[in-house]
């Protein structure tokens, strides 16, 4: 049953219950009978009254034996009690400091493999967000937009769901937000641009998922912004390296003038791709070796099987010399898997005897 406003309610997990005053995002905001407000998920709400029913006093009803003829004086209507009025956010002067922190809750974390998650932002401050959540793959360089809004203060809500097929596609997790407040003066803040890595087997590992003081259940939580520091990877620019590019661009341009070129059909472009652990997980911690190297072979094969289509294309891939386990594993898969693309050494003078060159010949 939906959970509206006005809607009175018991806790399905908890002693308490009282009347629907506020509903955002999946948080119902429940004032029970002693004017208490408390943010309870929606899913552990129960509905036992609709509309202002809890409110509502019987009338009399008038008696069936009066006469139409004498008319009665009309029966007196208590006045109904009204319910309390949802409490303003107090501003606290922790408050003042942003923390912002994205947890992954399961819907069943005894079934992570089949499960889907849901994306809960909390804004644990005295601002406003306008906040944006993207992710991408490593190989592509495009986003994908998964919640953009308006996040109140203090408030956890709900910004998207994600389900176990959508895991190989948010290998990057981009946070951005504007921080203000309303209708009173406030301390300008940097807006925020979190990017970072999202280890995507991490969701399929029990111990990943751990208590955290916003949530009640174990969640997978990322920390955006601590004490007002962003904890990802900010964009940056370097003065210094522009300047050099420019430099090199000018000097480039004397030695030979430039021709237009026209490139049509699929992209033939280079492509690099670094299949070392530690660019692909965040941390391998309870993971063996024959762990990591499945994780790095699937990781391969999503790459090719995305670029097949893309005849022409040389990618490169960066395994490392090592023991050489991994750069077999690759060859095999090359040999039986995809025999019509061309397979050599990358270039010795560029990466060493620890990368491979394959260009894609066919789709088929």
């Known amino acids: 049953m939906n959970v509206n406003i006005g809607d009175t309610v018991r806790f399905l997990n908890a002693v308490g219950g009282g009347r629907v005053a506020k509903i955002a995002g999946q948080i119902a905001y429940v004032v029970d009978e002693d004017g208490f407000e408390t943010p309870v998920m929606l899913r552990e709400c129960v509905v036992v009254g609709t509309g202002d029913s809890f409110y509502k006093v019987e009338r009399p009803q008038p008696k069936a034996s009066v006469s139409k003829a004498e008319p009665q004086p009309a029966p007196a209507v208590e006045p109904q009690p009204q319910p309390a009025p949802l409490e303003a956010f107090e501003e606290t002067p922790e408050g003042e400091k ?35 959540v993207s992710t991408r793959p490593n190989e592509s360089a495009q986003w994908k937009l998964r919640f953009a809004g308006l996040i109140e203060p203090g408030v956890q809500e709900f910004v998207f769901e994600l389900s176990t097929d959508e895991l190989p596609e948010i290998d990057r997790l981009s946070v951005q937000a504007v921080v203000f407040k309303r209708d009173k003066e406030y301390a300008l803040k940097a807006p925020v641009a979190y990017e970072s890595r999202l280890d995507a087997t991490r969701f399929a590992r029990l111990h990943c998922f751990g208590p955290n003081p916003y949530f009640d259940e174990p969640v997978l939580a990322v920390d955006i912004v601590k004490d007002d520091e962003v904890q990802g990877r900010r964009p940056s620019v370097d003065a210094k390296a522009v300047a050099e590019a420019l430099s090199e661009k000018k000097r480039v341009d004397k030695r030979a003038p430039r021709t237009a070129v026209k490139r049509q059909g699929p992209d033939t472009s280079l492509l690099e791709v670094d299949l070392h652990a530690s660019e692909l997980l965040e941390t391998t911690a309870g993971m063996s070796k024959a762990d990591i190297l499945n994780y790095q072979v699937d990781y391969f094969r999503r790459v090719m099987d995305r670029n097949l289509r893309n005849v022409g294309r040389e990618i490169i891939f960066i395994h490392g010399k090592g023991e050489g386990v991994l750069r077999q594993a690759l060859l095999k898969e090359l040999n039986y898997r995809y025999k019509s693309c061309e397979v050599s050494d990358a270039s010795f003078r560029e990466y060493g005897f620890g990368a491979t060159r394959v260009k894609i010949h066919s789709s088929k």
């Open 98 to 132: 942003l923390n912002v922190v994205l947890g992954f809750e399961p819907a069943d974390i005894k079934k992570l493999s089949s499960t889907t998650f849901d994306a809960v932002i909390v804004n644990d401050s005295n601002y406003y967000l306008w906040l944006t």
